[in-house]
């Protein structure tokens, strides 16, 4: 079967959001490789080994692979992409000279070959993540996280990711009520759950998303704890005020604590709905900012009440840990 391949060049800072604009028209599949430079700092703090490829990518800069079935019309599709790719730099995205090549590919094996770079890797020294597909030995203390991402964002190698579950460690302490808002392949909800959360509510409003953390859940053996959701938290906060409830599992609001792995223009936009949805005294683990983002996030915050716990920072992003007086 032949693909048509589109290269993006960009920055790191842009990829989630062009990443997401490829899924949202018809990519059945997206590969970034980022910059190979040996100067990043990596986490080694609990043993991890990391393969340095070298590669001519400049430093902060990545290049992206969207694939298309073969039929699509690529100009149409490129027509789209452009202008929304442009607009980012309305929210202060860096894209850098953005760059876009087609290419006809015939390569039906392309859809799983990323599978032999996604190993087990270990997020704290407690929680590790596992592909489905990998075999691996655990030891009594690990918290594993059973994980086939599919086509929706969130394999726990991305900063913001590992930096929200690692927040999650430090804040659960047992029996809490979650909401995960943008939940992607469902790791945040899942990991929240192997630490000790009582029932997460989570959700998104893609559908592809949607489909892969339902089944990640199960996966996990979670689906009587975690109910996926295609909404966000306005939906749901409005279907509390009619029905008195957050949803079918009888997951109420306001609950203790709420988690979101999103871009820093998507949290200012709902800073104060997450606000209502905590009880007082619950937490706020906001993660998904660039360092650019930083003030924006932390005034936003303290606007609406939050107070400031914590920040944590992995490269160049951060997570706010913020609570609710």
């Given at each position: 079967?032949?693909?048509?391949?589109?290269?993006?060049?960009?920055?790191?800072?842009?990829?989630?959001?062009?990443?997401?604009?490829?899924?949202?028209?018809?990519?059945?599949?997206?590969?970034?490789?980022?910059?190979?430079?040996?100067?990043?700092?990596?986490?080694?703090?609990?043993?991890?080994?990391?393969?340095?490829?070298?590669?001519?990518?400049?430093?902060?800069?990545?290049?992206?692979?969207?694939?298309?079935?073969?039929?699509?019309?690529?100009?149409?599709?490129?027509?789209?992409?452009?202008?929304?790719?442009?607009?980012?730099?309305?929210?202060?995205?860096?894209?850098?000279?953005v760059s876009y090549e087609s290419l006809l590919v015939d390569d039906e094996d392309w859809a799983n070959a990323w599978k032999q770079y996604f190993k087990p890797v270990k997020i704290?020294?407690?929680?590790?993540?596992?592909?489905t597909w990998e075999a691996y030995e655990a030891a009594d203390h690990e918290r594993i996280i059973e994980l086939d991402p599919g086509m929706a964002f969130g394999t726990g190698t991305?900063?913001?990711?590992?930096?929200?579950?690692?927040?999650?460690?430090?804040?659960?302490?047992?029996?809490?009520?979650?909401?995960?808002?943008?939940?992607?392949s469902g790791i945040l909800a899942i990991g929240a759950c192997k630490l000790g959360a009582g029932k997460v509510l989570a959700l998104d409003l893609d559908p592809v998303a949607v489909?892969?953390?339902?089944?990640?859940?199960?996966?996990?053996?979670?689906?009587?704890?975690?109910?996926?959701?295609?909404?966000?938290?306005?939906?749901?906060?409005?279907?509390?005020?009619?029905?008195?409830?957050?949803?079918?599992?009888?997951?109420?609001?306001?609950?203790?604590?709420?988690?979101?792995?999103?871009?820093?223009?998507?949290?200012?936009?709902?800073?104060?709905?997450?606000?209502?949805?905590?009880?007082?005294?619950?937490?706020?683990?906001?993660?998904?900012?660039?360092?650019?983002?930083?003030?924006?996030?932390?005034?936003?915050?303290?606007?609406?009440?939050?107070?400031?716990?914590?920040?944590?920072?992995?490269?160049?992003?951060?997570?706010?840990?913020?609570?609710?007086?």
């Open positions: 079967m032949k693909w048509h391949e589109l290269t993006i060049g960009t920055t790191e800072e842009a990829v989630e959001m062009i990443s997401n604009f490829l899924h949202e028209l018809g990519a059945g599949g997206v590969a970034i490789e980022e910059s190979g430079t040996l100067n990043k700092p990596r986490d080694t703090s609990l043993g991890q080994w990391y393969e340095l490829p070298l590669n001519d990518i400049p430093e902060g800069h990545a290049v992206m692979k969207g694939y298309f079935a073969e039929g699509t019309d690529m100009e149409a599709l490129l027509c789209q992409l452009k202008p929304r790719v442009e607009q980012l730099r309305e929210f202060d995205i860096d894209t850098g000279d704290t020294d407690t929680l590790t993540i596992k592909p991305h900063p913001t990711t590992s930096l929200c579950l690692r927040a999650l460690e430090s804040v659960v302490k047992g029996g809490e009520v979650v909401i995960d808002v943008g939940t992607g489909s892969s953390a339902t089944e990640n859940v199960s996966l996990n053996g979670l689906s009587d704890q975690v109910e996926v959701r295609l909404s966000d938290l306005l939906g749901v906060l409005r279907e509390g005020d009619r029905e008195g409830t957050a949803s079918v599992t009888n997951i109420q609001t306001p609950v203790d604590l709420v988690v979101a792995n999103i871009l820093a223009e998507i949290i200012l936009l709902f800073v104060e709905d997450v606000y209502e949805a905590l009880k007082s005294g619950g937490t706020y683990i906001a993660s998904g900012i660039y360092k650019n983002k930083e003030q924006d996030v932390e005034e936003g915050l303290k606007k609406a009440g939050f107070h400031i716990v914590e920040k944590q920072r992995d490269e160049d992003w951060l997570a706010f840990v913020a609570r609710k007086p």
